[in-house]
């Protein structure tokens, strides 16, 4: 019967980043962007205008971009403890910037389906109105980005938030968009270029695109487990076997959370130490968050082991 308590050799599985300032940030933006996008969708309907449409179309995925950022922060947080999850709730922001991309994705086709259609068959616009709504629709963007920086910058103080640098970059493209929008329509309203309003649009689908495969390019190698870069591993496997006779004979390092890994390692000895000891050695690698060491001690020649040693860290 053990006397003693368990707690020094018992760990965190909470991988989450903590931002509540961020978190606080991306709710007053969400609400902002959702208000701007409606106006712009109504009064590009109204107005006749695909850029304007388009600058509209492309704040609602990121309404829903804010709403996944948001509803990840609380997912996580809420189960950061529950057993449900081996290693935690890490990935639930991952999860949510995927889920993201791929909402971009879909209304990036609808964008450019529509944009096509509109070249096809062109529609009255409106200039004046349009522009002021653009104009507005901007600056919007420009305090939304505002606002997200300041929460981010917050972030680098304790681990980086990719979460709320997706919902950052999602403002950035949008701003982006909009100065499009203001360009076509000013140039359609002075030269009388009505074709380059729904070309806007187009490249704003494709710029919407664009985004969506790169957040894809984050976001799967994380939820697929990624392992670490083969130079960090190979650190590793240096720094444990440079003492005494150490061979690893199995190691594994992948991702459980966005900026965490955990490892397994397998090493056989003549001279086997404490698992604490073989920890130790690795404590300046930043990266590693939970570490399983197997020790297998070596007999005669034949290294066949006949103890094992294991704890988590």
Known sequence: MHLHSLENWQHRHDFTVK?????????????????????????????GSMALLADGWHMGTHVAAFMITIFAYRYARKYADSSMYAFGTGKVNVLGGFASAIAL?????????????????????????????????????????FLLKGGHDHAHDHHHDHNLQAAYMHVLADALTSVLAIIALVLGKYFGWHWLDPVMGIVSAMIIM???????????????????????????????????????????????????YAAIIS???????????????????????????????????????????????
């Open 19 to 47: 931002n509540v300032k961020g978190e606080q940030r991306t709710l007053y933006v969400l609400i902002l962007t959702a208000i701007t996008m409606l106006v712009e969708i109504v009064a590009g309907s109204f107005y």
């Open 105 to 145: 994705a879909v209304v990036a086709l609808v964008m450019l389906v529509e944009s096509v259609h509109r070249i096809v068959e062109p529609q009255n616009i409106y200039f004046n109105e349009a522009i002021i709504v653009a104009v507005i629709g901007l600056l919007v963007n420009l305090v939304s980005a």
């Open 210 to 260: 664009r985004w969506s495969y790169g957040l894809v390019q984050q976001t799967s190698p994380i939820l697929l487990d990624e392992s670490v870069e083969e130079e960090y591993k190979l650190s590793i496997q240096k720094t444990i076997e440079k003492e005494a006779d150490n061979k690893i004979s199995d190691i594994h390092v992948w991702r459980v959370g966005a900026n965490d």
């Open 267 to 313: 090493l056989v000895t003549h001279f086997p130490n404490s698992t604490q000891h073989y920890k130790n050695l690795l404590k300046h690698f930043d990266k590693l968050s939970h570490v399983t060491i197997e020790v297998n001690e070596c007999e005669g020649e034949s290294c066949v082991p006949s103890s094992k040693e294991n704890t988590t860290a």
